[in-house]
């Protein structure tokens, strides 16, 4: 076994805090157009850390959409947005055949799929079968037209939006589609003084249009990208700690009000989710409470409660509170 050097690891130190100093700058970019919603940016950024996708739920008019859009400006990334509808076809998003007469064949013209970060917009409002397209893009990162597979560009996210609220004109996500999302994210109302905030920053003439007009500029790029995650994937995990984890999720498989559990990819989600909330906040090591804090964002939109326990007003959130309070943390 090789052991480093002191300089060496001082090297390592200094390329840890650059990259995680660019995640920083990220998050304060991102406040030029949106205020307030810093736990659905720091979400954001655990999903391209972790190579996942995010379904953004919350009401019209939260800045879903913008947030998503500060986002990719903030990191230099290519943004494309589909907005989902009943007459949506497959080959609208991930790409189609197309016949050309001059050449007399077939050409394959690339859908909005190909792009570093695909807003899809009110993505419950698609028929199942539009969705369903969307299973081999979310995990293998790939498009498969006529027996030949296409790569998508590196890096890849799916940010998604719904709203809870209205459901008429809506198809209900499938549980296989949902357990691909990485992270379930819900964008609340602003508090008074973030919606101050907002109304000010409109009073003064900002554009949600016009992103550059507000000063938003990349911060961060491709190889702060790459050196953030090869960081996360040092982050150790006591075994204690793993236990932990993997209790929580086979917890939520045996609750009475719950149809359906959490899978092993939910604990392995919420494994790298906890790693890269810890680095985020300086750490190079998961405690208790990093997977605490992840559990509900990981584990929400996996869970499948029973119809009388919807009836009765239980939610997924609650039953994780449940299931939380119930496992023994470790030391």
Known sequence: ????????????????????????????????????????VAGLAIALLCQGHVLLEGPPGVAKTLLVRAFSAALSLDMKRVQFTPDLMPGDVTGSLIYDPRGANFQFREGPVFTNLLLADEINRTPPKTQAALLE??????????????????????????????HEGTYPLP????????????????????ELGVVRNH??????????????????????????????????????????LVDLCRATRTTPSVELGASPRGATSLLNTSKAWAWLAGRQFVTPD?????????????????????????????VLDTVLAGVPTPR
């Open 1 to 40: 076994m090789v052991e480093l050097t002191p300089d060496v690891d001082a090297a390592r130190i200094d390329e840890d805090q650059a990259a995680r100093a660019a995640f920083d700058r990220l998050r304060l970019e991102v406040a030029k157009a949106v205020v307030g919603q810093d736990g659905v």
């Open 137 to 166: 893009v979310m995990e293998e990162r790939q498009v498969s037209v006529d027996g030949v597979a296409r790569r998508l560009p590196e890096p890849f996210l799916v940010a998604a939006t719904q709203n809870p609220i209205e």
């Open 175 to 194: 549980e296989a589609q949902l357990d691909r999302f990485l992270l379930k994210l819900t964008v609340p109302l602003p508090s008074r003084d973030e």
């Open 203 to 244: 009073h003064v003439g900002f554009d949600p249009r016009d992103l550059r007009a507000a000063g938003i500029g990349p911060v961060a790029g491709p190889a702060e990208l790459m050196l953030a995650r090869e960081q996360v994937r040092k982050v150790t995990v006591a075994d204690g700690v793993l236990a932990y």
């Open 290 to 318: 990093d997977v605490k804090i992840m559990a509900r964002p990981t584990l929400r939109h996996r869970l499948r409660l029973r119809p009388e326990a919807e009836l009765e007003g239980v939610t997924p959130d609650a």
